[in-house]
T-cell receptor, first 115, second 116 residues
């Protein structure tokens, strides 16, 4: 089955700096890679996703890149703000017997943005 | 549009009891997913229901089970509760993956289960 590794587990940056979180996946059949942001005590929120037919996707200050050959994808946050502080999870869909519905998550990255 | 809802918000049970958690998906969504988030850990996939059928399950024992009703709401049952079952149980919903590969999953607020 699919396995997703996420690094780093914690990341501390100064306000205004960039933050990069990296994930690798094992199943070459995976074709959907979302990123979720979870603030303390709240539900995970989908912030951006990318499909395997695209190499990069941007949405204002956040971007995601995908390297299918190397089986890794990354989240980039530019001009970080204190409200970006949260736990970020990457995920990949799992191809199990032809089904591609459920997601396998990385263990999360706790991002702290210092003012 | 209402989001995914879950009930109850909190649930306290003793070891050996059974717990029932409920989830209502976003209107129009037919797939429901259950995840376990233990303290300090990531989201572990539990179960996936689509069109009333179990499509896939994660690496959890059979005492974790559930079902999906004709209105697409879902129920997660945990039998013979153990202390390590204490966690936040999150439900997510999505459109039918067959309808153009719409994989986006949206989460509910979760049910905090505490086993004493």
């Amino acid at each position: 089955g699919e396995n997703v590794e996420q690094h780093p587990s914690t990341l501390s940056v100064q306000e205004g700096d960039s933050a990069v979180i990296k994930c690798t996946y094992s199943d070459s059949a995976s074709n959907y890679f979302p990123w979720y942001k979870q603030e303390l005590g709240k539900r995970p929120q989908l912030i951006i996703d990318i499909r395997s037919n695209v190499g990069e996707k941007k949405d204002q200050r956040i971007a995601v890149t995908l390297n299918k050959t190397a089986k890794h994808f990354s989240l980039h946050i530019t001009e970080t703000q204190p409200e970006d502080s949260a736990v970020y999870f990457c995920a990949a869909n799992s191809d199990y017997g032809g089904s591609q519905g459920n997601l396998i998550f990385g263990k999360g990255t706790k991002l702290s943005v210092k003012p | 549009e209402a989001g995914v809802t879950q009930s109850p918000t909190h649930l306290i049970k003793t070891r050996g009891q059974q717990a029932t958690l409920r989830c209502s998906p976003i209107s129009g969504h037919t797939s429901v997913y259950w995840y376990q988030q233990a303290l300090g850990l990531g989201l572990q996939f539990l179960l996936w229901y689509d069109e009333g059928e179990e499509r896939n399950r994660g690496n959890f024992p059979p005492r974790f089970s559930g079902r999906q009703f004709p209105n697409y709401s879902s129920e997660l049952n945990v039998n013979a509760l153990e202390l390590e079952d204490s966690a936040l149980y999150l439900c997510a919903s999505s459109l039918d993956r067959r309808a153009g590969g719409a994989y986006e999953q949206y989460f509910g607020p979760g049910t905090r289960l505490t086993v004493t």
